[in-house]
């Protein structure tokens, strides 16, 4: 074996892996799902620093994050199931919203 056939093997062998791991990786994303929305009030402004907690119903698992300064939220990276969302924020009641269904590869939206 010449020293060019061997580090073009090599190389070979490299773009293989990465390949492979590029497609693994791209699957694994296409599996799963995103959920968000705005938060707002009763007279529909935007609520900002608002708490929220989602949580999948089938398992248990819980993900918190906070609203940005226009109100939005985004919970990505979901497997599918259904979903409880909690929302709350100082001065306001708290908020549940129950039964949202998350499915696969798609993005669901909340307000």
Excluded: C, W
Excluded at 2 to 13: A, D, M
Excluded at 30 to 56: C, E, F, I, K, P
Excluded at 83 to 90: F, H, Q, T
């Amino acid at each position: 074996m010449n020293v060019s056939h061997h580090y073009f093997r090599k190389y070979l062998y490299g773009v293989v892996t990465s390949l492979a791991g590029l497609i693994t990786a791209t699957s694994a994303y296409a599996q799963t799902s995103q959920l968000s929305g705005q938060v707002q009030d009763g007279s529909n402004a935007v609520v900002s620093g608002a708490h929220l907690t989602l949580t999948r119903t089938e398992s248990g698992e819980r993900r918190e994050t906070t609203s940005n300064n226009e109100g939005y939220f985004i919970f990505a990276g979901l497997l599918s199931g259904h979903y409880d969302l909690a929302v709350d924020k100082d001065g306001f009641s708290p908020q549940v919203k129950s039964g949202i269904e998350v499915l696969t590869g798609e993005a669901t939206e909340v307000n």
